[in-house]
């Protein structure tokens, strides 16, 4: 799964390696949102999707999710400008 190729990376890749433990927590993190929206829609009646609403959750859930979808940023944006020369 993700974890396992997360934990992989770790160890080969230098970027991947320093961000590594906080991929694994912010992933862990936005997973546990989707499976809390997909349980509620299931005990609702409705069919489970992978749409999480930002406005349903607290203001800590909102505060949390920025900050992981920003550390995926900040590693994607590392490694396309580490591999830049290889990627043009």
């Not at 920025?66 to 944006?77: C, D, P, S, T, Y």
């Given at each position: 799964?993700?974890i396992d190729r997360l934990r ?51 203001a800590l859930e909102r505060k ?25």
């Open positions: 799964g993700t992989s990376l770790r160890e080969q890749h230098t970027i991947v390696g320093r961000y590594g433990e906080e991929l694994e927590q912010a992933f862990e993190f936005l997973m546990l949102l989707r499976i809390h929206h997909q349980h509620a829609r299931v005990a609702a009646g409705l069919a489970p999707d992978n749409f999480v609403d930002p406005s349903a959750l607290s949390t999710a920025r900050e992981a979808f920003g550390l995926v940023a900040k590693v994607q944006n590392l490694v396309i400008e580490r591999y830049r020369a290889s990627i043009w």
